[in-house]
């Protein structure tokens, strides 16, 4: 089957002149030479400065909070803790948007009034002259704890009597999946295997940490200018102020580095409260040690796999149980629980299974979105289970997962049948195959490969029913304009939209102007979240361009007496696809155009598909709208004596449906060749009774320059997607199996498996010591 | 965020000791890459500082004979930009190599290294096993401390608050040595040290005329192993007494459990990373 046909609306055999190419992206030249402005960027005149009283212990009572001393000190001209927030001390913290969702309690007290819940949680806001004196006044607050009784473990805090952090039960989310028959699964089976697998905290690390500045302008509104990868928070702050929505105005300029932790509002409320009580403008940007507190990181995730399969490789049976420590606060808990859930059998055809996934509230740091958003953690156990069933059934791993892949046609773990192409055979082939010889193991180092495969969602959760809108128009000298208030967090989603409107419009990317980011003065994008950017402002792009392109090219044809699909766009000119030599300059033709009054721009919205939602008792129903496949594989080396891993090669194999800028698409796959390295080996946040240990770079160890191995990308093209000209989503995907393929090339070099991530090199030690004793 | 202090610039050494010798809690600062994370993570409360910035007659690498000096002020970048570093002190070089990250090592100083006294030093276990000595300067004159007496405690030294480190020297080895450095760190880059050792190995007619064992992040103190090495002086090393020497080395260490390893840990792989270098200098001169 030609697999490109699964989408009716997909492209194959387009001739494509920009998309796909190798273009500068065009916020490159700014970047490089040090233009671009940040939200931390900006100064105004009479502009104050702000700091956030964050709570230093995880389970507190609050008794008194003495901040006379703090608004005494010259200079300090706002000092807000609880009780000044009478009318309304709570954000939402539900997934973000135009239609939103809405789980059971997603709200947050803005500052903490009488109980703190987590290390971190704010309890007041200052504005003063200058950062330093706000830290003056900050020292100078007097927070009187009572310390509670906190639990600091989701098993723990769901047993009876448990310190109660959240609802009346501690219990965030749960879903299950009940699915053919699971009995009937594990009886035809030859083998069954259980493992436990778990894993860690992970902080987003952003170059950019949480910045911004608020004013009200002479009209009263009030502006926002912030690094959030979510414009549409103005209405949250709006209601959070009891304010109409139309009186906040949020922009967001280029940020540094989202990865999720921009996603629910961190500092833009705060903000907002204290430039209404200041009535001047406030700044903040976050200390990196303070960033750490301020947005939640990766969940923790405690996944037990227990695996039916015959000795031929084909598994009958999965029951997979799935818990994660959502923190204090739901934040988006129930969500990545539910992607977690649908993602738990990895890109493989299930049809006897059984889950349960539990999302429990803690004392810990309240985990959030971060790239991957619990289908990631999900993955990684499968893929290492998967791992463990070759070992056990004696079969090569990738037979074992072809074996099981599906396909096309296929329902998914929630019944949802599969209408995109799955190359994740071909993509793990092709990175296995990169990986070339495994280097003979000499005195101290053995070596390893791994593989991983895996499947994850891209676009919103359908019953979100998520809408994109974006304007372009041309104008007068043949130039093009592009409106969409897509935000962009630095992977290029405002340059792949000139890309896609100079490829429709025949318009080359530097004549095309992208107005971003500003949701008050351009059609609203959504999120630059759930890889969706791309696909739903890419889409609601395109929408208008063709829509353009149809207006102009219907008056074209009159002119030159022919149908308008005899004509073509192309390097700024008009002309007739089988006698080129009769042509006119794009400058002329909207010269021509806008003489007869035809529309020379469009506003499109594009809707992704909805769905209505799950069965609670199967599980069943349609989650998202599709997905992306590929593969990671990794060379490592390991000291036998020290337990310390070198990654040596890392290879990202990923069907990216159609790139739009491949150079944009290596640049994702690096970054989390990168990113899926320190998740696997070294990144994580330690927490003591919920206390943050190493809140700071020089204990948080993320990989540096030195870390850094031989990254090659492999993109493959199916055109099957459902972005602009058959993209899919990659941000995210891109990231999902990376860290599940070191794990299996280090099981594979030490002849063990560690079922607790990060493989410290203590760990790995541990683990080639327990493997020699056991021998 | 960074708390105010006070901070001195003087632009010579006669300058940077009379703004040591005028206060009590008066402390230098040059590269300041371990004060700034410090003060940052509130773990240092000083707050009036003598920047040897300008200080640049403190920045220089000389040679008399087999004698080397580097100035307190040199920096990791240096050592490594220097021809002779690489043989005058190879495990010097080696820990220059991997110290910290690329930015680090253009700011950060040989003299800050020493004197801050962190048992994770890197530079401390390479310049023990060539018997350094480091030059102690102050308005009332100079001393010359062997590093190894150098030490006292976790981040205690023997220098004086008036006083400044001003420059730390050694012998170059003898012909037929071997002088290794081992950092295991849990990443590769702007990393701190878990486990470090340092070797060094001479030998003649087969047999090891000198050899030096140093130890850091194991004890309060970077420290060498003085047992561990008078086991192996005067013998013709083999597998056997090596490892009697490694394991003499890790129980002369005292670690402790932090957020980056168990104190267990720590022993086995001061032990490992002994016995590997030992084997590795012993195999480069027989």
């Known amino acids: ?775 | 965020m960074l708390p105010p202090f006070d901070l001195s610039q003087p632009q010579s050494l006669a300058d940077a000791l009379q703004a040591l010798a005028g206060k009590g809690d008066t402390r230098p600062l040059a590269g300041a890459t371990n004060l700034v994370p410090d003060l940052r993570g509130k773990r240092e409360t000083c707050r009036d500082f003598v920047s040897l910035d300008g200080v640049n007659e403190l920045r220089y690498i000389k040679r008399d004979g087999d004698r080397v000096t580097l100035g307190a002020r040199t920096t990791m970048a240096d050592i490594l930009d220097d021809s002779g570093i690489r043989t005058d002190a190879p495990a010097l070089y080696a820990a220059a190599e991997i110290f910290a990250g690329r930015m680090v090592r253009t700011a950060a100083t040989i003299g800050g290294n020493v004197c801050c006294g962190s048992p994770s030093a890197d530079t401390v276990p390479a310049l023990l096993t060539v018997d350094a000595e480091v030059t102690l300067s102050s308005v009332s004159g100079q001393r010359t401390v062997a590093l190894d007496e150098f030490y006292i405690d976790y981040k205690k030294s023997v220098l004086r608050s008036d006083e400044l480190l001003t420059s730390v020297s050694w012998n170059v080895p003898p012909q037929n040595s071997a002088n290794l450095f081992y950092k295991l760190a849990r990443r590769k880059g702007d990393a701190i040290t878990v486990t470090g050792v340092a070797v060094m190995i001479a030998a003649e007619d087969g047999v090891c005329t000198r050899a030096r064992i140093a130890l850091g992040s194991v004890a309060p103190t970077v420290f060498r192993a003085s047992a561990a090495e008078d086991l192996l002086a005067g013998k013709a090393l083999d597998e056997a007494i090596i490892e009697q020497a490694a394991r003499a080395a890790a129980d002369q260490c005292a670690p402790i459990d932090d957020i980056r390893a168990s104190a267990d840990y720590r022993l086995q792989t001061a032990f490992s990373l002994t016995r590997r270098l030992l084997t590795q200098a012993w195999k480069q001169v027989s």
């Open chain 1, 1 to 775: 089957m030609n697999q490109t046909e699964a989408f009716p609306g997909s492209i194959a055999n387009v001739n494509l002149r920009q998309v796909g190419k190798n273009k500068p992206r065009n916020d490159a030249p700014t970047k490089v030479h040090g233009k671009a402005i940040y939200a931390g960027d900006f100064y105004m005149e009479d502009m104050l400065f702000a700091k956030v009283l964050h709570s230093d212990r995880a389970s507190a009572n609050i008794r008194n909070v003495d901040i006379s001393a703090a608004r005494a000190l010259r200079g300090v001209h706002s000092v807000l803790t609880a009780a000044d927030l009478t009318a309304c001390n709570a954000v939402m913290t539900d997934l973000p948007g135009q239609t939103g969702g809405g789980t059971k309690d997603t709200t947050q007290p803005i500052l903490a009034a009488d109980r703190v819940r987590f290390h971190g949680e704010p309890i007041a806001l200052i504005a003063a002259e200058s950062y330093e004196l706000a830290q003056q006044a900050l020292d100078l607050i007097v927070v009187d704890y009572e310390d509670t009784e906190g639990v600091y473990d989701p098993f723990d805090s769901q047993k009876p009597g448990a310190a109660i952090v959240y609802s009346d039960d501690n219990i965030v989310a749960d879903y299950k999946i009940r699915k053919g028959d699971i009995e009937k699964g594990f009886d035809e089976a030859d083998y069954v295997l259980q493992n436990t697998f778990t894993s860690q905290y992970q902080e987003q690390a952003f170059m950019e940490p949480e910045a911004a500045v608020a004013w009200v302008d002479e009209h009263e509104i009030l502006n926002i200018r912030s690094s959030t990868q979510v414009v549409e928070h103005f209405r949250a702050v709006a209601n959070a102020l009891g304010i109409p929505h139309n009186r906040v105005h949020l922009q967001a300029p280029y940020i540094g580095g989202g990865f999720g932790g921009k996603e629910v509002m961190t500092i833009e409320v705060w903000l907002a409260l204290l430039a209404m009580d200041t009535k001047r403008p406030v700044k903040l940007i976050q200390t990196r040690e303070n960033s750490f507190l301020s947005h939640g990181p990766r969940h923790p995730f405690t996944i037990t796999h227990k695996t039916g399969v015959t000795k031929d490789g084909k598994v009958t049976a999965m029951k997979i149980k799935l818990t994660s420590d959502a923190g204090a606060y739901a934040k988006l808990s129930p969500y990545i629980l539910l992607y977690a859930t649908v993602g738990a059998t990895g890109p493989y055809r299930v049809d006897n299974l059984w889950v349960d996934a539990t999302s429990a509230a803690t004392n810990n740091l309240p985990a959030c979105a971060f790239r991957g958003f619990g289908t990631m953690q999900a993955n990684t156990a499968c893929e290492a289970q998967m791992e463990e069933i070759a070992k056990l059934i004696g079969m090569d791993s990738l037979e074992l997962r072809r074996k099981n892949f599906i396909q096309p046609g296929d329902p998914n773990t929630t019944g949802q049948i599969i209408r995109s192409s799955v190359w994740c055979d071909q993509c793990a082939t092709q990175a296995l195959a990169a990986l070339g010889e495994q280097p003979s193991n000499s005195e101290h180092l053995v070596y390893g490969h791994g593989i991983a495969c895996y499947q994850q969602s891209y676009g919103r959760i359908r019953w979100m029913k998520d809408t994109s809108e974006s304007w372009v128009g041309l104008e007068m000298d043949g130039t093009a304009i592009v409106r969409c208030a897509v935000t962009d967090i630095g992977a290029g989603q405002m340059s792949a939209l000139a890309q896609i409107t100079g490829e429709i419009l025949g318009v080359p990317m530097d004549e095309i102007t992208v107005y971003f980011g500003d949701g008050h003065v351009n059609p609203l994008a959504g999120t630059s979240t759930a890889s969706r950017a791309l696909y739903m402002s890419g889409k609601a792009t395109e929408l208008a361009a063709r829509a353009v392109r149809d207006n102009l090219l219907q008056c074209m044809a009159r002119h030159f007496e022919v149908s308008p699909d005899e004509l073509d766009l192309a390097d700024s000119t008009v002309f007739v696809l089988d006698n080129p030599e009769r042509r006119m300059s794009i400058k002329d033709m909207v010269k021509l155009c806008a003489a007869e009054g035809v529309h020379r721009h469009n506003l499109s919205i594009f809707k992704a598909p909805p769905s209505e939602g799950l069965d609670p008792e199967t599980g069943q129903g349609e989650v998202f709208p599709d997905f992306t496949y590929g593969a990671h594989a990794a060379q490592v080396s390991v000291d036998i004596d020290t337990g310390e891993v070198t990654v040596i090669k890392s290879v990202g194999a990923h069907d990216v449906g159609q790139a739009i800028n491949l150079r944009a698409v290596e640049g994702q796959i690096e970054g989390s060749a990168l990113m899926g390295q320190g998740f696997a080996l070294s990144e994580e946040l330690i927490l003591e009774k919920g206390v943050l240990k190493n809140g700071s770079f020089s204990e948080y160890l993320i990989p540096t320059s030195e870390d850094v191995p031989e990254i090659q990308s492999i993109v493959l093209e199916s055109r099957s997607g459902l972005g602009p000209f058959g993209s899919k989503g990659i941000g995210e995907p891109v990231f999902a199996p990376v860290a599940a393929s070191i794990a299996n090339a280090v099981a594979d070099a030490i002849g063990t498996r560690i079922h607790d991530l990060p493989l410290t090199p203590e760990k790995v030690l541990r683990a080639i010591n327990e493997n020699k004793a056991s021998r």
